[in-house]
């Protein structure tokens, strides 16, 4: 920022100006004329002289004096304020203008930034603006200002302006420029407004035109020479490091000096004495870190060198296979080691070079186990396969159908070479490739009955127990299956679930019918009162009572009434017995504790041989299970299957 003006009375300026104003900033005092003359006589002040008088400086920044107390001030007097400025003056916020020319908003006390007028702020703008012009103009009341004795003032044509510089082109002004901020002592972390405040009063300030042309360059003198300053002493910095490690590196200093040690064995020399405390130590510190790193580049380097070593060696000893243990390993290379110490090594660094050449020696065996392997799987592929050509043969040849069982053709395969190389193979057995085929075959099976019913219900045929085979065929005769014995498997298939059906037909019926005798036991019982039926009671007598009950009715055979009324005859005894037998067990409690006790003493003794039992009949169990369990393991779903295993285990053929 610019100085402000001086206050007092200053005499007209050569440059323009009011006649009471100061002199812009920047510009020398005119110097009077030698010659001196008598001044004019003191002319009064007008009577309508504004107070406040508005200046503007060369560099086109407006400044404002006050014609009664001789003050200047850059800020706009508050009695020169519009309506709208003085609310601007009082709110926090802020007008600015972007470089390009939009005007946005910015609040002081909270920080805030915005594009728009603040709705408040706004209002209130309007609200002066209204009032100002309602507001009728008054004629402003100027004071009568006291005589005072006023300053000779001398002509203009006495003054002579100081000489401003002309240079030819702009470099040379900014080289001019430059020279003049070095000369008077401008410091590269200056502002501008420090630096302008010293040398505004020189020539050479004018130097370059406007203000903008001034500031720019100031910007780029401090930069170059902020940078020249911090690459000198940059390099001061290096000298004295440099001379400081050369006194570290004639003293022999270890990674395992501390600095209080060498404080006391170097502390006289120059060049530790150029640096201060805090970089002694810094620069020590980074020396001993990086002959630490050394180091440990050196015992790291050391270290490998030993690993390689030792790894050649297991390599030349041939005692060492992919089957010996560490253990051995440890005898073994302390015999043929000869003068090799191994420097740097421990013992997790032995272990650890073992287990790679252990991996090594491991990798030949692996492939041939691999190998081996894959030979067993290509086996065994070609096993099932061969056992599965042999089973669509046997489809081909109408030996399998949808119904076959494995106990039916385990006797036609059991001597097959075919099927004595697929028994024991560990994935799928001869019995689970069998089962896929009869799934295969059941699927078919189950599609070529869709074909046959469909067939039927077009004839308009029904296939019953009484129905003939030929009359079937006759219904079904467009139909072509393959194989046609699945024709008969279907026509089996139809009178099987009408047998089912009459089956299902008489048991509904025997239901419905113990049902209706249920039924009419409980009439007896419950519906024939006064009296109610008694045990010396005969059917004959009880029947002319029960004829009207629909219960009675439902019941249709007069045989099955009768047998009804047995059965409900029969229930009364033996609830008239049991009634009975509860008063003489009354008679007999003290007879049947005695027996009881006897009980007690003799479970006692044979408890122990129940527990025996009890424990033979679980174990018997178990290993029940157990045998279960393997048979499903191997595969053995048959005992013609598990024979046929034991043939082939036993088979001469095979042991050759």
């Known amino acids: 920022m610019y100085r402000p003006p001086p206050p007092g009375n200053f005499p007209p300026s050569p440059y323009g100006g009011a006649v009471n104003g100061p002199p812009p900033l920047g510009m020398r005092p005119p110097l009077p004329n030698p010659t001196w003359q008598r001044p004019p006589p003191p002319v009064p002040a007008m009577a309508n002289a504004p107070v406040w008088k508005e200046h503007t400086t060369p560099e086109g920044r407006k400044y404002w004096y006050n014609n009664i107390t001789r003050q200047s001030t850059w800020e706009k007097p ?31 006390n909270t920080k805030q930034t915005v594009w728009e007028l603040p709705a408040d702020l706004k209002e209130k703008l309007e609200k002066a603006k209204s009032a100002a012009n309602e ?88 930069e170059t020479e902020a940078k020249r300053e911090r690459e000198e002493r940059e390099a001061e910095e290096a000298r004295l490091k440099k001379e400081f490690e050369q006194v ?59 690993m390689d070593q030792f790894a050649n060696l297991l390599r030349s000893i041939p005692e060492i296979t992919y089957k010996t243990t560490w253990k051995e390993v440890q005898e073994l290379y302390k015999d043929h080691k000869g003068d090799l110490t191994f420097e740097g090594m421990d013992m997790l660094d032995f272990f650890s070079v073992f287990e790679e050449h252990h991996r090594t020696l491991w990798e030949e065996p692996l492939k041939d186990l691999d190998r081996r392997i894959q030979q067993r799987k290509r086996k065994e592929r070609k096993a099932r396969e061969g056992f599965r050509e042999l089973l669509n043969e046997l489809v081909t040849n109408h030996k399998i159908n949808v119904r076959t069982m494995w106990k039916e053709i385990h006797p036609i395969i059991k001597d097959d070479p075919r099927y004595i190389a697929a028994v024991g193979l560990p994935d799928s057995t001869p019995l689970d490739m069998f089962w896929d085929v009869i799934d295969d075959l059941d699927e078919q099976f189950y599609h070529q009955k869709k074909v046959v019913y469909h067939a039927l219900e077009k004839a308009k045929q029904e296939v019953t127990l009484d129905t003939p085979y030929e009359e079937y065929l006759a219904a079904v005769a467009d139909v072509k299956i393959d194989p046609e014995q699945n024709l008969k498997l279907i026509f089996d298939y139809l009178q099987a679930k009408s047998a089912q059906r009459v089956k299902d ?30 045990i010396e009671d005969v059917w004959e007598m009880v029947k002319p009572r029960v004829e009207h009950l629909n219960e009675y009715k439902e019941l249709e055979d007069d045989n099955l009434r009768q047998e009804v009324f047995d059965k409900f005859i029969k229930r009364l005894k033996e609830k008239k017995e049991r009634e009975e037998g509860e008063e003489d067990e009354e008679e007999e409690e003290g007879m049947i504790k005695e027996e009881e006790e006897d009980e007690i003493e003799d479970y006692r003794h044979s408890s122990d041989n129940r527990s025996r039992r009890r424990k033979e009949y679980e174990a018997m169990e178990e290993y029940n299970r157990n045998k279960r369990r393997r048979q499903q393991k191997h595969g053995y ?15 001469p053929r095979r042991l050759k």
């Open 78 to 108: 508050d009695e020169l304020l519009t309506p709208e400025e003085k609310v601007w003056k009082e709110s926090a916020w802020k007008e600015y203008t972007t470089p390009e020319g939009k005007k946005y908003y910015s609040n002081s």
């Open 135 to 222: 507001v009728p103009t008054i004629k402003p009341i100027t004071p009568v200002l006291p005589q005072a004795p006023i300053r000779p003032v001398f002509p203009v044509s006495n003054f002579v302006p100081a000489s401003i510089p002309e240079f030819a082109t702009k470099q040379e002004a900014e080289a001019a420029f430059f020279k003049l901020l070095k000369e008077s002592g401008v410091r590269s972390d200056w502002t501008w407004e420090q630096a302008m405040r010293t040398i505004i009063t020189k020539p050479l300030y004018r130097a370059l035109k406007t203000a903008a042309e001034r500031k720019a360059a100031f910007q780029t003198w401090s």
């Open 248 to 306: 570290l590196g004639q003293h022999d200093i270890k990674p395992y000096t501390r600095y209080r040690t060498f404080a006391k064995l170097c502390g006289d020399e120059p060049a530790v004495k150029a640096l201060s405390d805090r970089q002694r130590e810094t620069y020590f510190d980074e020396y001993v870190q990086q002959l630490q790193r050394e180091e440990k580049d050196r015992l790291r380097d050391i270290r490998k060198e030993s």
């Open 505 to 534: 037909e008489k048991r509904r019926q025997e239901k419905r019918l113990r049902k209706k005798m249920d039924n009419f036991r409980h009439t007896l019982k419950h519906a024939v009162k006064q009296p109610s039926i008694q």
């Open 637 to 651: 779903s048959s005992t013609e299957e598990g024979e046929a295993l034991d043939d082939y285990q036993n088979d």
